[in-house]
DNA sequence: CCCAGTTAGTTACAAGCGCAACTAATGTCA
DNA sequence: TGACATTAGTTGCGCTTGTAACTAACTGGG
């Protein structure tokens, strides 16, 4: 006869508890960046991630600013359009699909970002120093699996229950 | 002459920028987990940390839940506030400090408790099915190392600039 | 004993969010 | 071509959240 354990007769702590502890983490890093964007630049989270991912790509759409970035397609939209009221993006309509627009950065986006990125790497060397290279490679590994497995037991948005 | 390279002339990849990481993988945990128990309890997360708390300590004031669960005291008195509308939890006055009350799950409180740890703990196996446990191990270490420093630069609620 | 300072907890308010519904444009298939 | 489905993006709405302000109670130094 096992006298293995069943799931069941665990105890749940929940500090030790994963998804309470990535969540937390997680709180944590976006709170610590909105400080940083948001004290000296005055702009939050979704806008970041805007900036941040036009100023890799060069031109890109709401919808795949949306895919890039894990937000929600009001979220880009409420984003670009600040960032537009701001003059740090441009929209421009696809005439060969004018439905979308593909959004880039203006000059002043573009010096803003370049402002930004020093800051932003700074602030995450920060907070893996100390951090043996090869333990970080591994979390790293295991961040990207729980990552996509996460995705798929949350679910996207907007889609249906299959 | 040293040819290493400064980091304000390093690239930012988001997708591969830390903090970035971390809060998507913790937002698919919220998410997925909320899909949990609001489908099937009806209750949402802060409900949730505070069932949780309560099942594992007991007995503990609204000031206690809100520190262990990293939670502003604003969101525990919400919570603590719908699980007494529904009758899952009793507050009782403290006598020696009447200004606290000791919050504790009622007897439906503790049935749901019972019910919901199952489930949780098979969602978190499910979600770390198939990692190899030192990898893991390693994860976890490097997660408490990460959770730590980023609440010290994310700074705490309520507290003023040191 | 008293008064200034601190602490537990609640609430008004505004900002941010996602869902659902919408508009406008494109795709599809007979 | 025409009717229906799909897609990009915006907006109205209700819900959740954190900040700030508040009440009530405790603490400590004089």
Chains 1, 2 share one sequence.
Request: hydrophobic fraction near 40%; aromatic fraction near 8%.
């Amino acid at each position: 006869m096992s006298t293995k354990q069943k799931p069941e007769d665990r105890a749940l702590h929940l500090e030790q508890f994963l998804p309470y502890r990535l969540n937390v983490v997680g709180f944590f890093a976006s709170r610590a960046l909105g400080r940083v964007y948001g004290t000296r630049f005055g702009i939050g989270i979704p806008e970041w991630r805007v900036i941040a991912q036009l100023g890799e790509f060069g031109q890109l759409t709401s919808r795949d600013i949306g895919e890039l970035s894990q937000m929600h397609k009001t979220k880009v939209s409420r984003a670009v359009s600040e960032l537009d009221k701001r003059g740090l993006v441009t929209r421009a309509e696809n005439r060969a699909d004018r439905r979308e627009a593909f959004v880039a950065l203006t000059a002043a986006g573009q010096r803003l970002y370049a402002q930004i990125v020093p800051l932003a790497l700074a602030f995450e060397e920060r907070w893996i120093e100390g951090i043996a290279p090869e333990e970080l490679r591994v979390f790293e590994r295991v961040l990207a699996v729980l990552t996509e497995r996460g995705r798929h037991l949350a679910g996207a948005y907007q889609t249906e229950e299959a």
